[in-house]
């Protein structure tokens, strides 16, 4: 079914407030219109605009037309711009309803090969009251109540016949069709699909976006190191006294160097080995801060942020918890998060394998990485 959309976008947007209609105004940097377009990605799409907004409008790169003083007006002049071209079935759309989904327009796409229309609606399931001079007055059967969304669809002939019979002031495209006897089915709407009409309704907007696009990668770390001569370790950024030290390139804090690596795996960049080769002299010695500092600096410059990350420490002895806060705090400080995303545990290996008979340490981490 040749299926063509029209965007309805004339309006000025009075309750939004403001000089920019609210189809124009910034949502995630982006005209709100942009983000209403997108959505129907790969249709064939007429916009109606405003006279004054012609030139901001070409910007967008798809079919104008010039609407009327009256939404149904403006409805009209998409409808009769495309007649004679083929067009079987239409979706009429709000431009400031830039969250509709792609599951709900083939929802209403699949409805007209049974109906003459195709509406979203969700059932109203608040109380409803009326009122005057800021008091209830009376209260209304919500029983079969439904709340309209857009986009609405028709067969194309016959909604264009309907609003040419209609004299005018519909409350949207549905009241026009029933006026002429045309059948139309609800569709079940979405409650993301919200129509941008007060200041607030941005926020919830810009909201259900972040969500949207939220990507979450996970990342796994493991280390060893054995023990050396020494009177200490560094665990997790702690210097712990202990009868023996840690052998390594570095500073050999196996805690943190399972943590850079879950880092770098979550970001599909290998390893410290990677990034800081144990063949460099320069690295030899180095404070393991540095390895972790990167990798949580590398993770910011792609636009991600932790989540949270699990630290387990393996090992006989020394003891951990006495310092698993410190170690806590400290590696929330060098990644600039709250100490409530670190986590650090610790756990014997029941003096089985090297851990067992005290030979090293092993450490395991996760990190989780979002989208900041």
């Known amino acids: 079914m040749q299926t063509a959309v029209i965007i309805v976008a004339a309006g000025r947007g009075s309750r939004m407030g403001g000089e ?15 983000h209403t377009l997108a959505a129907f990605a790969g249709m064939r799409v007429l916009l109606v605009i405003h006279p004054e907004d012609r030139t901001r409008a070409e910007a967008l790169g798809v079919p104008l037309v010039e609407g009327g003083a009256t939404r149904g007006a403006s409805v009209l002049a998409g409808l009769q711009a495309l007649e004679g071209m083929g067009i079987e079935a239409v979706l009429i759309h709000d431009g400031a309803r830039p969250l509709v989904s792609p599951a709900l327009i083939g929802r209403l796409v699949a409805a007209l090969e049974e109906h003459d229309g195709a509406a979203p609606a969700l059932p109203v399931t608040d109380a409803l009251w009326r009122g005057a001079d800021g008091l209830v007055v009376g209260t209304v059967d919500r029983a079969g109540l439904w709340r309209a969304q857009t986009p609405q669809a028709f067969r194309f002939e016959a909604i264009l016949a309907a609003h040419l019979a209609h004299p005018g002031g519909a409350l949207d495209d549905v009241e026009v069709a029933r006026a002429v006897g045309l059948d139309v089915v609800i569709v079940e709407g979405e409650e993301s699909n919200l129509k941008l009409t007060y200041p607030g309704d941005f926020a919830r907007a810009e909201a259900i976006l972040k969500g949207r696009e939220m990507d979450v990668r996970l990342g796994n770390g493991y280390d060893v190191h054995a023990f050396c001569e020494g009177d200490h370790v560094w665990l997790c950024g702690v210097k712990v006294p202990h009868s023996r030290g840690l052998l390594g390139h570095s500073d050999a804090d196996v805690g943190m160097h399972a943590l850079t690596d879950a880092i770098y795996g979550a970001l599909a960049e290998g390893d ?11 690295w030899k010695g180095a404070a393991s801060h540095i390895f972790l500092s990167h990798a949580i600096g590398l993770a910011a410059a792609r636009g991600y942020k932790l989540a949270n990350c699990d630290v387990t420490l393996v090992c006989e002895r020394p003891k951990i918890g006495p310092h698993a806060a410190d170690m806590q705090a400290e590696l929330a400080r060098i990644m600039g998060v709250d100490v409530g995303r670190v986590s650090i545990k610790a756990t014997t290996s029941e003096r089985l394998g090297f851990t067992g008979r005290e030979e090293g340490i092993a450490a395991l981490a996760t990190a989780t990485l979002v989208t900041a």
Request: proline share 19%.
């Open 20 to 34: 920019v209609p609210k189809q124009w105004q910034l949502l995630q940097g982006k005209p709100v219109l942009a």
């Open 272 to 282: 410290i080995g990677r990034h800081f080769p144990p063949s460099d002299p320069q």
